[in-house]
């Protein structure tokens, strides 16, 4: 996982010194102030230039804003925090802390569903309970992104964010506390 995520961010990086570059070459009759200030718009409008892409909506990676559809009825109602886990995964490990504090705090007005990967056995059970749920599709694309949490709108299978090993439960309450108030 963490070297898809190094070669993800070394190709954001790459991008955005590639357009830094080029705002830099063609800003040369202008003066040294503008050129800087050129570039920080750049920099700024780049989703790859975050100081840690990895811990946003990850904006970087594959377009994936839905699950392919509507969440199972027993989901239905409340916003849904879907974990990818594996008990091998130290990113798993980093973020456990803050997704037990948000299911106490959320308790009843959230489900949670975690998408256990460790191994091939729980991978089958895992599949079986994310067909159910509506989650079949997510999990097929996630599965080996270990550490990701999705939170899901259930009525329509959109994704309101997705975050990888984000342990700054801030991010995550802005959200829930967002897709809360709608309901």
Do not use: H
């Given at each position: 996982m963490h070297k898809h995520a190094n070669v993800l961010l070394n190709l954001c990086l790459s991008s955005l010194v590639f357009t830094v570059s080029m705002v830099a070459t063609t800003s040369a009759r202008i003066s040294a102030t503008e050129a800087q200030s050129s570039m920080t718009k750049v920099a700024q409008a780049n989703p790859c230039a975050s100081k840690n892409p990895c811990a946003s909506k990850n904006p970087c990676a594959a377009k994936a804003y839905s699950v392919g559809g509507p969440l199972a009825k027993e989901l239905q109602g409340k916003p849904v925090?879907?974990?990818?886990?594996?008990?091998?995964?130290?990113?798993?490990?980093?973020?456990?802390?803050?997704?037990?504090?948000?299911?106490?705090?959320?308790?009843?007005?959230?489900?949670?569903?975690?998408?256990?990967?460790?191994?091939?056995?729980?991978?089958?059970?895992?599949?079986?309970?994310?067909?159910?749920?509506?989650?079949?599709?997510f999990l097929e694309a996630n599965k080996s992104k270990t550490s990701t949490v999705a939170i899901v709108d259930p009525a329509t299978g959109n994704i309101l964010t997705m975050f990888n090993n984000n342990p700054n439960k801030a991010d995550y309450t802005k959200v829930l506390n967002t897709a809360l108030a709608k309901k």
């Open positions: 925090v879907v974990d990818v886990f594996a008990t091998w995964c130290p990113g798993c490990k980093n973020i456990a802390p803050t997704l037990s504090q948000l299911k106490r705090e959320y308790a009843g007005k959230v489900n949670f569903v975690v998408l256990d990967v460790t191994d091939k056995a729980k991978l089958k059970q895992t599949q079986a309970m994310a067909e159910k749920l509506g989650l079949g599709k």
